[in-house]
């Protein structure tokens, strides 16, 4: 899908979608939970849609509601007696991925992931290190591609990494409770995107599972739980209405609506951010927050520049969300120096794009580049990858006034 925009004064106010990971970790409680609870504020994005999927694969009932399609009613299922008899489609979705997989493990049946060839070259060794040492099976062929699982797995003590992704984590923390042992992850520092976990152990709670920080680097599961059925709403979206929150930062007139001031989601620091970028050239560093890099190097860019640090794990992402930006942001007039763990952003003759732009088959950049093209106009291509995280993108500019025109491929 190509997009075309013409500059254009945006104004008005947008609701914030509901948050994605929320959304996949109330889903997956539910899942988990034998009866029926359900999750309201689920997206027709391809990321909530793999996490339903990958569900129904291993035994529950995901049904949207006809009245209101945003409610999903979920009978959950006991995934240590799944036995799925075809390969379990992520899509695209790491964290889908990366969630499912200790919860695949709890079945002693063998259980195969497929999805996109991009989602089985980013890091999965904590867990084949994880299933070396504990005897279980972790058969991964990125030609095909797909990984095939074997367990059951057990408690016990864990030991992770911090600084690949917290999603790992994650994952054992909706498998562990329903293992019979008590279970503990002492985590390697740096621990990288904490407040993930606080967002997970919050779902976890919701649902009636408990487990608990020891300190800072050691968490405790007890064995021998149960999820229990539940009725949730997901709150609004920090890491998606970045995107529209940024608007006002080039001279639009937007507001954002639905968004709770007292939420977990470590993206809001944005908001923090936002106001060090619009006056003047700051050193951010994003190692708790790496979704939001490209959106802040686009305001950078338009703005004074900065510095970001702690940008390792954008190479890992979508795409090489680094590289893509510095790359994207070259057409704008804009030097981008990408080191090993630094992003300087230096607008050095910001002007409209000189060339067509690329979304790199990324949600995020795609979004990113798009906030700049409703100030300087321009084109992109490959833009349908929003479908991945917030399909009524498009629609929600021309909302506010964008002026764009839309081609499919």
């Given at each position: 899908?190509?997009?075309?925009?013409?500059?254009?004064?945006?104004?008005?106010?947008?609701?914030?979608?509901?948050?994605?990971?929320?959304?996949?970790?109330?889903?997956?409680?539910?899942?988990?939970?034998?009866?029926?609870?359900?999750?309201?504020?689920?997206?027709?994005?391809?990321?909530?849609?793999?996490?339903?999927?990958?569900?129904?694969?291993?035994?529950?009932?995901?049904?949207?509601?006809?009245?209101?399609?945003?409610?999903?009613?979920?009978?959950?299922?006991?995934?240590?007696?799944?036995?799925?008899?075809?390969?379990?489609?992520?899509?695209?979705?790491?964290?889908?991925?990366?969630?499912?997989?200790?919860?695949?493990?709890?079945?002693?049946?063998?259980?195969?992931?497929?999805?996109?060839?991009?989602?089985?070259?980013?890091?999965?060794?904590?867990?084949?290190?994880?299933?070396?040492?504990?005897?279980?099976?972790?058969?991964?062929?990125?030609?095909?591609?797909?990984?095939?699982?074997?367990?059951?797995?057990?408690?016990?003590?864990?030991?992770?990494?911090?600084?690949?992704?917290?999603?790992?984590?994650?994952?054992?923390?909706?498998?562990?409770?329903?293992?019979?042992?008590?279970?503990?992850?002492?985590?390697?520092?740096?621990?990288?995107?904490?407040?993930?976990?606080?967002?997970?152990?919050?779902?976890?709670?919701?649902?009636?599972?408990?487990?608990?920080?020891?300190?800072?680097?050691?968490?405790?599961?007890?064995?021998?739980?149960?999820?229990?059925?539940?009725?949730?709403?997901?709150?609004?979206?920090?890491?998606?209405?970045?995107?529209?929150?940024?608007?006002?930062?080039?001279?639009?007139?937007?507001?954002?609506?639905?968004?709770?001031?007292?939420?977990?989601?470590?993206?809001?620091?944005?908001?923090?951010?936002?106001?060090?970028?619009?006056?003047?050239?700051?050193?951010?560093?994003?190692?708790?927050?790496?979704?939001?890099?490209?959106?802040?190097?686009?305001?950078?860019?338009?703005?004074?520049?900065?510095?970001?640090?702690?940008?390792?794990?954008?190479?890992?992402?979508?795409?090489?969300?680094?590289?893509?930006?510095?790359?994207?942001?070259?057409?704008?007039?804009?030097?981008?120096?990408?080191?090993?763990?630094?992003?300087?952003?230096?607008?050095?003759?910001?002007?409209?794009?000189?060339?067509?732009?690329?979304?790199?088959?990324?949600?995020?950049?795609?979004?990113?580049?798009?906030?700049?093209?409703?100030?300087?106009?321009?084109?992109?291509?490959?833009?349908?990858?929003?479908?991945?995280?917030?399909?009524?993108?498009?629609?929600?500019?021309?909302?506010?006034g964008a002026d764009i025109t839309v081609a499919e491929s």
């Amino acid at each position: 899908m190509t997009v075309t925009f013409t500059p254009a004064h945006l104004s008005g106010a947008v609701k914030a979608p509901p948050s994605k990971s929320m959304g996949h970790r109330m889903l997956i409680c539910a899942g988990l939970a034998e009866g029926q609870s359900t999750v309201t504020g689920i997206s027709h994005s391809q990321d909530m849609l793999a996490t339903m999927e990958l569900l129904s694969g291993l035994g529950a009932v995901c049904a949207r509601r006809e009245i209101d399609d945003t409610v999903v009613e979920v009978q959950g299922t006991d995934p240590t007696r799944a036995a799925p008899q075809v390969p379990l489609n992520c899509r695209e979705c790491g964290s889908t991925l990366r969630f499912f997989i200790p919860i695949c493990l709890l079945s002693d049946k063998p259980v195969t992931l497929t999805g996109a060839s991009r989602l089985f070259e980013r890091p999965l060794n904590v867990y084949k290190d994880l299933c070396r040492d504990r005897g279980l099976t972790f058969d991964l062929d990125t030609v095909t591609p797909k990984l095939t699982l074997g367990g059951p797995l057990r408690g016990g003590h864990f030991t992770l990494r911090g600084d690949v992704s917290s999603q790992f984590i994650t994952g054992l923390l909706f498998a562990l409770p329903l293992c019979a042992e008590d279970s503990i992850l002492s985590i390697l520092p740096p621990l990288e995107s904490r407040p993930y976990l606080d967002l997970t152990l919050s779902a976890l709670a919701l649902y009636g599972i408990k487990a608990e920080w020891l300190d800072d680097l050691t968490l405790r599961i007890p064995g021998g739980q149960r999820y229990q059925v539940t009725n949730a709403i997901v709150e609004g979206d920090y890491s998606n209405t970045a995107f529209f929150h940024a608007l006002p930062l080039l001279g639009h007139d937007v507001t954002v609506t639905g968004l709770r001031d007292d939420s977990l989601q470590g993206d809001r620091v944005y908001r923090d951010f936002y106001p060090l970028l619009h006056h003047g050239r700051p050193t951010l560093d994003i190692s708790d927050c790496p979704d939001l890099g490209p959106v802040l190097m686009a305001v950078a860019a338009a703005k004074q520049g900065a510095t970001f640090t702690g940008t390792r794990r954008l190479r890992i992402k979508e795409s090489d969300r680094a590289a893509a930006m510095a790359e994207e942001l070259a057409k704008f007039g804009v030097s981008v120096t990408v080191e090993e763990d630094t992003v300087t952003v230096d607008p050095v003759n910001f002007h409209a794009p000189d060339a067509v732009l690329c979304g790199h088959n990324d949600h995020r950049i795609i979004m990113a580049l798009c906030t700049l093209l409703t100030l300087t106009g321009g084109i992109i291509q490959g833009a349908e990858a929003v479908s991945k995280s917030l399909p009524d993108y498009f629609d929600l500019l021309v909302s506010l006034g964008a002026d764009i025109t839309v081609a499919e491929s």
